[in-house]
């Protein structure tokens, strides 16, 4: 019986070590501010909601389009949780690669529409370039995305469960 706790007790300490939280509150940086702007900001930091979107990586003729990208599914709204995890990748400088620049071309496949009352903001996420673009307010900022490809990926992969596409994405290009 002896043993028995104490396996139980070394099993719950490694399991409260082990499980790591998705996101939290990362208060962005001068860098980050300066990219996506006040106004962008203000939703991406305090959404009303948080909607997910696949959409055509190459820009075609669509009456439903974001940014030019026609859409093809709007997908689910995401929970608390996610949001949380989202907003803390897009909020930490450590998310983007501000000194390299890349010459492949914005071809994302999914959005997310960020609402907050009547102003939206959209976060496109390309996986064959690593790269996000961040557009509303008639701005639009482009910058990579390589340090968070792998959580990108996973909450894709959550989100859009039966899309094979999706589900075949890695973690690195």
């Not at 389009?65 to 929970?79: H, V």
């Not at 071309?105 to 009547?118: L, N, S």
């Not at 900022?141 to 990926?153: F, M, Q, T």
Request: net charge positive.
């Amino acid at each position: 019986m002896k043993y028995m706790s104490a396996v139980l007790a070394l099993a719950l300490i490694c399991c409260q070590t082990t499980a790591k939280p998705r996101g939290g509150p990362v208060e962005p940086t001068q860098k980050v501010k300066q990219f996506l702007g006040e106004k962008m900001l203000k939703v991406l930091q305090a959404p009303d909601s948080v909607q997910a979107i696949q959409i055509e990586p190459r820009t075609g003729v669509s009456l439903e389009n974001i940014d030019g990208f026609k859409i093809l599914n709007r997908g689910p709204m995401l929970s608390g949780d996610q949001i949380l995890w989202l907003k803390s990748l897009i909020m930490d400088e450590k998310s983007y690669d501000f000194v390299n620049v890349k010459r492949h071309p914005m071809d994302p496949v999914i959005a997310y529409q960020f609402k907050k009352g009547t102003d939206t903001v959209h976060v496109l996420v390309s996986f064959a370039g690593n790269l996000w673009q961040f557009s509303g307010f008639d701005q639009k900022s482009i910058e990579d995305n390589d340090p968070v490809r792998a959580s990108l990926v996973a909450l894709a992969k959550e989100l859009f469960p039966k899309d094979k596409e999706i589900q075949a994405l890695g973690d690195k290009p």
